[in-house]
């Protein structure tokens, strides 16, 4: 988990010139549990903008060094010609050293060299496991604009992605990597590629990677970031107290940047009330040395919270992907979005938060990273925002300190919820202006409404890793309630309205793919064949056919198991249109039969007719032309007592086609003919226009090019009245 906002050289972009009082009146009355020493919220006299010689404190031998390792001949190199992989370089450090901040500094300065862009991966959640490598790889394909097969293997998408860096002058950040097992995978085999590696520890096992060890800063560069929150003149003032200062916090750019934030918010403080704050934080015993600094001065800014505000913070781990916005710690709290925005807000002045840049979850392309601005009160206009890494842990123990497990749900719930409400919103926006859906979504509040389709796409983009991880959440507890349905339900519809049914498959793949895991080790029967058969269609239509049949087969099964008919029937049908794809004519047939079977027995005669179709379609394939006319005769018999013209015209038709295949042409025109008077009648324009074309190439077999020609310019005089 990345912990920029709290690296060095980078001020929090959340701060806000707002006055003191309006920023408590923003948040509520204090509760009885209100901390006496909270201060409202960032001072009105914030400390004026660094200058630009002191935005990067403490780490220009580090960056020099970097950028020297980048030119630096490799162990692979030979006469000064390229290696075959990429360079690798390896920040490494603890969480809450700047890690993160210095690899950003060294990709800003280093993008102009890099024409095809940067590639951000975090290879962590934010919950401290490690983020599958198939994951990260199918993220990296998505950032290049690369389609990956929905469900495809992991060794498939790494190839897939370095094919796709082949020849790409492009620069890979890979932040958080647990270890080489993850980073190894995803490394191109493009030596025109550069690769920044943020990880804890050695890379052990990667060849020629050149690493940059960050230790604590010195007391210069702690003292200019203390400086840079709370203005040089109380630096100026009290030199000797800022050293200690910076000496306290262990020369750690995050512990300096939340201490710096706390003096900022009281402008009538002193250095030496900054000490001895810190020094009056209680701290466990049993905790290691290194690991006191940043503590310390997250429990100084924790405990100076008020209660509402301090409770937010808590709560905010539970939002999904590691990413929250206003409607997100709205619903967790349970408080208005005005008071979460203004609240978060706060957060990221304090050093607490960092604004998350446009599409940030696992990948970014490269741009600014700057705080999106907010333009209008609607659902898209609430930026999001990321609590670092190095902080992350630390609030999480919090939550389970003084969170009571129920109340953990019901935040859970609250946040699923209003997910729910804006996938509605969002999906609605893809449809006409005056479908039932827009009128419906017209009566929410503006909060929950979206400007236009195009923002609402924007926001399902932008949102799409924490959707991901809310449905997720959602099938975590195994029960798959009402709220889990909604929530998988919504996330699918919005899916395939806003991006279509190929775009959106892999995703599909992951939702479905969710929902199986937890039908199985529930024994959930019906929902195991559901995800079954959405999966298989998936795996049929990448081409993993034997995948696909075993699948189809598994979600029989299934359905056989509970007495599911409307499963049961859809995987024998798909079982033989699989068959079917794999030219295993009788297989196909013999699947194709059972499930007509079933809807003969529930009496479902146009889908039965369906079926013969299908199964004469085979029969044709096979050659079998008295078997395939048996079945399309008994179809249009079928649609013929059921009063579908159209569909008799169509089944005769089929009758006339598989006539001319078994060498009999008089006897296929005659049944033309009779299947054309049947179009005419039912008002099918198109049919009756392919039954003329039919016609004509008929009668030119049989000798009749005057005739043929006739029919012919009818069936194109009927295509141009009926357009598709």
Known sequence: MTDQAVGEGHLPTGTTDRPAAATTAARGPRTPETRRDAAPGPAATAAAPASP??????????????RADIERAGLDTLSGRKGSRSRVLLIAGRPGSGRTALAGELLAGL???????????????????????????????????????????????????????????????????????????????????????????????????????????????????????????????????????????????AALVLAGSWLAARPKASLSDLYRAL?????????????????????????????????????????????????????????????????????????????????????????????????????????????PGCLDPLARSLLQ????????????????????????????????????????????PRSLRFTSAAEAAGWLRSRRTALLDAARIAVADGELDTLDRRLMAALTRTLLAHQGAQAAAPDLYTLHGLVLEVAERRGLAHEKAAALLNLADLDGQSGRTVDALARYRGALEAARSVKDPAATGRALESLGGTYTELGDWQRAADWYGRALELRLARDESADAARLRGRIAAVHSYAGRWGEALREWRSAARTYRRLG?????????????????????????????LSALEIARGAGAGRLEAALQLRIADTLERLGDPAAARLHRALGEGLLEDHPQ
Not at 651 to 668: K, L, N
């Open 644 to 672: 579908d013209a159209q569909g008799q015209a169509r089944a005769t038709g089929e009758v006339a086609r598989v006539q001319e295949y078994a060498g009999r042409p008089e006897e296929a025109l005659r049944t033309c």
């Open 401 to 444: 300190e003084h969170e009571r497990p129920a109340e953990i749900q019901l935040a859970r719930a609250r946040m699923l919820e209003r997910t729910v409400r804006l996938l509605q919103s969002c999906r609605a926006m893809g449809e006409p202006v005056d479908s039932p859906a827009r009128q419906k979504v017209a009566g929410l």
């Open 53 to 66: 010689d002191t935005r990067f404190a403490g780490r220009r031998r580090e960056l020099q060094a970097l």
């Open 279 to 387: 020094s009056e934080v209680v701290l466990p015993q049993d905790l290691p040395t290194g690991a006191r600094p940043l503590l310390r001065a997250f429990l100084l800014t924790y405990g100076a919270l008020p209660a509402p505000a301090a409770r937010i913070l808590r709560l905010i781990t539970l939002a999904p992907g590691g990413l929250v916005d206003a409607h997100i710690a709205s619903a967790l709290a349970g408080c208005s979005v005005a008071a979460a925005s203004t609240t978060l807000h706060d957060f990221a002045a304090l050093g607490l938060l960092r604004p998350a840049a446009e599409g940030d979850g696992t990948v970014q392309g490269s741009g600014s990273g700057e705080e999106p601005a907010v333009r209008t009160p609607g659902a898209a206009a609430h930026p999001q925002f990321r609590l």
């Open 111 to 253: 993008a102009g060299d890099y024409p095809d862009g940067v590639l951000r991966a975090v290879l962590t959640g934010p919950g401290g496991e490690p983020v599958s490598t198939e994951r990260t790889a199918r993220e990296l394909l998505a950032g290049l604009g690369v389609d990956a097969p929905p469900g495809a293997a992991e060794d498939e998408l790494t190839a897939s992605l370095r094919d796709a860096l082949a020849g790409r002058h492009t620069l890979l950040f890979l932040d958080d990597a647990p270890g080489a097992e993850q980073v190894d995978p995803l490394l191109p085999d493009a030596p025109d590629c550069l690769v920044v590696v943020v990880s804890q520890g050695p890379l052990t096992g990667i060849p020629d990677v050149r690493p940059c060890a960050l230790g604590g800063l010195d007391s210069a560069a702690g003292v200019a970031i203390l400086a840079r929150y709370a203005g040089p003149t109380r630096i100026t003032v009290d030199p000797r107290t800022a050293d200690s200062v910076a000496e306290e916090c262990g020369g750690q750019p």
